[in-house]
Structure formats: C-alpha cells, structure tokens
C-alpha cells in the first residue's frame, strides 16, 4: 500500500507563494468563541458581521419551491428573472434605469471581486483602497497578482477618500482602479452623494475603474445613501443579499457591469464556476417582495436600537473614540485607553468577560492594535448584556 502520509520534505511541493495569504483574524476569534462556547461558558458574539435574523419568509418560500423543481445549471451571469428583478430595484431605489443585461449574479459579493478584478486589470497593476477596510480586499488583489495601495484615512476627512488623496496616489505611482465601501466596514462611515460623486468624477477623469462596494446599502442610520452608478455608467458597483437582505448562507450577491466587461466578466465567469447555484437564485428573486421588505425594515429597526444604545452606553464604560457609525452594523472604537494590543485584548475581553468582538489589525496593520470592532448585528438582549459584561470587566 502506498503511504499517504510520508515525508514530504525533499519533495518540490509547496504552496504557491499567492497563496500566502494573511489569515482572518475575525474567524479565529469566532473558533475560539465556538470553543469557549461548547466548553459551556457563555459568550456574547459580536465578532462576524453576519445577521441573526434568517432569510425573509418570502425567500424561504421561493426555495421550497425550487426544490420541487429541477435543479440545474444557469446561465452564467444568472436566471433571467432575478437579473431582471435587480434592475428593477435599481429603478425603485435610486431612480436609476438599466438593463438586465449589464447584472451579473454572483456567489456573493465575494464573487463579483474576483470576477471585476480578473476582468478590468491586468497582472502587476496597482489598486488603491483606504486603510481602515475590509481585508479580502487587500488579500484577493494579492492572490491574483495585483498590487494594493493602502491610502490611510483619519477623522480629518471622516475616514473616508477625497480626490486630492486619489491624485496625490497616482501622481506617486499610477493606479489602475479605485476600490471603495459606503457604508464602510469596519468605519461605517458613508460618503455623502457629493462626496461619492466627486470621487467617481476624478477616478473617470484621471481613467481609473472605480469599483464600489454598496453591500452595505440598505442599513443606512444617518444621511442619504448614493449608488456610484448615478454618477458613471463606467462604475463596477458590488452588492450582496448577504446583509440587508440576512442571506449570508446563501451564497448570493450582484455586481453591475460596465458595458465593455459584460462579455470579459460571462466568459470568465462561465470558465472559472459554470453559474451560480439556483436555488439561492430563484429564491432571492422573492428578497424583493413587499413582504420580505416588511420583515427586513423590522430586522433594521433592532439594529437601530443596538447602535442607539452601543453609542450611547459605549462611551461610558470608556470608549473615548467611536468611528462614525452612519451605516453596516458595525462599531469600530478606539481601545487605547485601556492597551496598545487590540489582539490581547480582544482575547482577555473574551475569555474573562465572554464578548468576542474583532481585533482592528484585521482591517488596519500600521494602526489597528489601537482598535476593536464591535457587531451590533445580533439581538437587542446580546448588545445590552454584552456592554454590561463589559463595563463590569472593565471596572
Ligand atoms: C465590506 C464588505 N464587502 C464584502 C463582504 C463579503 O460579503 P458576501 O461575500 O457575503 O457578499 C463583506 C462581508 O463581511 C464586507 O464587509
């Protein structure tokens, strides 16, 4: 019998350098709390920026429905009727008329980066986005061969992007493209639909793509929401049914093309996974519905109240520095008053007080030790417990 498990140490086999990848720190945090949790302590889960609640009824039911059917492969850009559905809420939403043709459904927003990457760069070319965000970001742009250019953003610009820090980016090394979220992870922060507006204008202007992450659309507490598409029809903009819509599961999200990827993204798209699984897709053609509207306002509504009450009662357990917390479900915060190592922190916060929240260096290593971020997408009673755990282990 050949053995499977000899050494392998003088064999050229290794991963590919790609590969190496940063870890996710937000899903060692989320072992360890599994592991707190089945060794019978209890733990209040504020680390993953995923809902609580499940998918709306209507979306249930529409998958119950698809199981009776065949199941097979799409198309690849997606079933007709949810691509058609997604325009139309771009129509309902933000005024905005486009065709079917230029959506593409994909495994969650996840899924549209890889493909917009593939499609609008070239190997070697260089993307800009601010420091702090979400790291897949920086991590998938590395695998494929792409460079990052991290551009810090402080509270002097509300932690966002202007165009003077896009042009002073390119002017140093040229940019293929600009990556940005409204509302941000882990900020929160949104840019306003001047500001967003401005960014676009300057990105079209300077020939850069524009790619704008709006998975965070719909779960908007303070100020008006933008999609980049009002502004150029050359932007890739990225959504998902993970958040707002409680789909995460599901695997589900869109992207809207430019005309000139819409054939590079179906070829590619068609060679790196055939389509997309149907059932999430003819189930999330019923995300859409008046009803599931109904239930995810309501599910909006408790997050509302967690973050009224995380900004109000956060501060007075010690938490001097709160990031905007305009949209997402997310409240990032300074930890410094209490320790310079947001990683230790976070650990001691979770074995001693039982809150697992995400160590900041996930989404900022030049500054994050300086910073944790807290999900307020779970029920009102966690947030409420988790901040009394908190204070009285802070005291
Ligand atoms: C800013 C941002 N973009 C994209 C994603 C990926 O989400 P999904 O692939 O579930 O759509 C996340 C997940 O947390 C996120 O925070």
Known sequence: MPSTSGPTRDLPFSASGRSAVEPFIAMEVLASAVEREAAGHRVVRMEVGQPGASAPTPVLEAAHAALRGKLGYTEALGIRPLREAIAAHYGRTYGIELSPDRIAVTAGSSGAFSL?????????????????????????????????????????????????????????????????????????TMYSPESLKALVETCDELGLWFISDEIYHGLVFSGQQSTALA?????????????????????????????????????????????????????????????????????????????????????????????????????YASVRRFSNDSVEFARRMLMEAGVAATPGPDFDSARGSGYIRFSFAGSEADIVEAVERIGGWLK
């Open 231 to 331: 502004f150029s029809p050359r932007a890739i903009v990225i959504n998902s049914f993970s958040k707002y819509y409680c789909m995460t599961g599901w695997r589900i999200g869109w992207m809207v093309m430019p005309e000139v990827l819409v054939k590079p993204i179906d070829r590619l798209a068609q060679n790196l996974y055939l389509s997309n699984n149907e059932i999430s897709q003819r189930a999330a053609v019923a995300a859409f519905d008046q009803r599931s509207t109904v239930e995810l306002d309501a599910v909006k509504a408790s997050y509302a109240a967690n973050r009224a009450h995380l900004l109000a009662r956060l501060p007075e357990i010690g938490f001097d520095e709160l990031l905007p917390v305009d949209g997402a479900f997310y409240v």
């Open 116 to 188: 917009a990457f593939l499609a609008a760069f070239d190997a070697g070319a260089r993307v800009a986005v601010p420091t702090p965000g979400y790291p897949a970001y920086r991590n998938l742009l590395g695998a494929l061969g792409l460079q990052v250019a991290e551009i810090e953003t402080t509270a002097a610009t509300r932690w966002t992007l202007t165009p003077d820090m896009i042009r002073a980016a390119h002017a140093r090394e040229p940019l293929a493209g600009v990556l940005v979220a409204s509302p941000a992870n882990p900020t929160g």
